[in-house]
């Protein structure tokens, strides 16, 4: 008995746990994409710096200026595309679950109901 119930509530916590690793993925995956953006951001910015303290023509650094901001729009550009893209990836896999588990809760409510039906009559 107690054998039953016990795997009855790991199939019921299932979804939960699905649910959970789904986050840390994304959470980690998150991070990864954080950690990179900054690495090269700040790795733009010494290079810019580098390059500006050895220009002597303001027309040349402000076209090294904005060489840079363009750069830096392309990075934060990917940066965002990659945050989205995972989101999207864990919202997808939110929702299976939680179509998966309404399914299956429905099939059971359905079961119980033809099961008390079928013994009252």
Known sequence: MYEKMFEDM????????????????????????????????????????????????????????VKYYKSLEAKMTDSAEKSVAAISQAKEAFVAVVEESAKQTTSEMEEAVKKATGKAA
């Not at 979804?15 to 950690?35: C, S, W």
């Not at 580098?50 to 076209?63: E, F, G, I, N």
Request: aromatic share 2%.
């Open 10 to 65: 790991k199939s019921r916590m299932q979804p939960v746990l699905d649910l959970a690793e789904t986050n840390k993925k994304v959470m980690e995956t998150l991070a990864a994409v954080q950690k990179e953006s900054l690495t090269e951001l700040v790795n733009l910015s010494l290079e810019q710096f580098k390059a500006l303290s050895q220009v002597k023509d303001p027309k040349a650094a402000l076209d090294l200026q």
